[in-house]
């Protein structure tokens, strides 16, 4: 199946800064990504996407940034804040676009 | 709008022993989802639902897991007999369309 990584399972920034969370695919075909939160005891929160067509797409405080020639998209969250902290995971499709494949998972600890 | 409620949110029984999950998805979705969660990892697909019909079970492990939507709106996941190596967060979560998928926080399994 499709592989979709992480390169830091933890990070740890200061309250206010900003945040990059990144993350690998494998299939260069994938036209649709996602973003989910998820916090402790809670079932993972979309956050936002990006389709292949887009290079960027922001949203409230996030944006997601897709590099289609290295197979790379990043999270980055602006003036970082202590309700942020939670696992981040980006998914992509399978092939026959029924399912999404999750990352592993990058921890985000944000530090007052 | 209520999101997708699941019960019990843990549950902790001695291998061998049946246990079983509850999903009620969010109002008008047809489409259900179960997840399992290992811990520090993204979810995984088990099946999924296209009103009452298992349209992929393919990662379903069939000999000891079972499911069942039987009116197209309810759902429940069973597994007998548990084993020590089922312990982890079984998710539901719902959609109407695939892209975007509305997660429950989770029952959290323990098998001991």
């Known amino acids: 199946g499709e592989s979709v990584g992480l390169h830091l399972p933890t990070l740890s920034v200061q309250e206010g800064d900003n945040s990059i969370i990144n993350c690998a695919y494998s299939n260069s075909a994938s036209d649709y990504f996602i973003w989910y939160k998820q916090e402790s005891g809670k079932g993972p929160q979309f956050i936002i996407d990006?389709?292949?067509?887009?290079d960027k797409r922001q949203g409230q405080r996030v944006t997601v940034l897709l590099n289609k020639t290295v197979k790379h998209l990043s999270l980055q969250i602006a003036a970082t804040q202590p309700g942020d902290s939670a696992v981040y995971f980006c998914a992509e499709p399978s092939n026959t676009g029924n399912q999404f494949y999750f990352g592993t998972g990058t921890s985000l600890t944000v530090i007052p | 709008e209520a999101g997708v409620v699941q019960s019990p949110r843990y549950k902790i029984i001695e291998k061998k022993q049946p246990v079983a999950f509850w999903c009620n998805p969010i109002?008008?979705?047809?489409?259900l989802y179960w997840y399992l969660q290992n811990l520090g990892q993204g979810p995984e697909l088990l099946i999924r639902y296209e009103n009452e019909e298992a349209v992929d079970d393919s990662q379903l492990p069939k000999d000891r897991f079972s499911a069942e939507r039987l009116k197209g709106v309810d759902s429940t996941l069973k597994i007998q007999p548990a084993e020590l190596g089922d312990s982890a967060v079984y998710l539901c979560?719902?959609?109407?369309?695939?892209?975007?998928?509305?997660f429950g926080p989770g029952t959290r399994l323990t098998v001991l």
């Open positions: 990006i389709r292949s067509n887009m």
């Open positions: 109002s008008g979705h047809n489409t």
């Open positions: 979560a719902s959609s109407l369309d695939p892209d975007t998928q509305y």
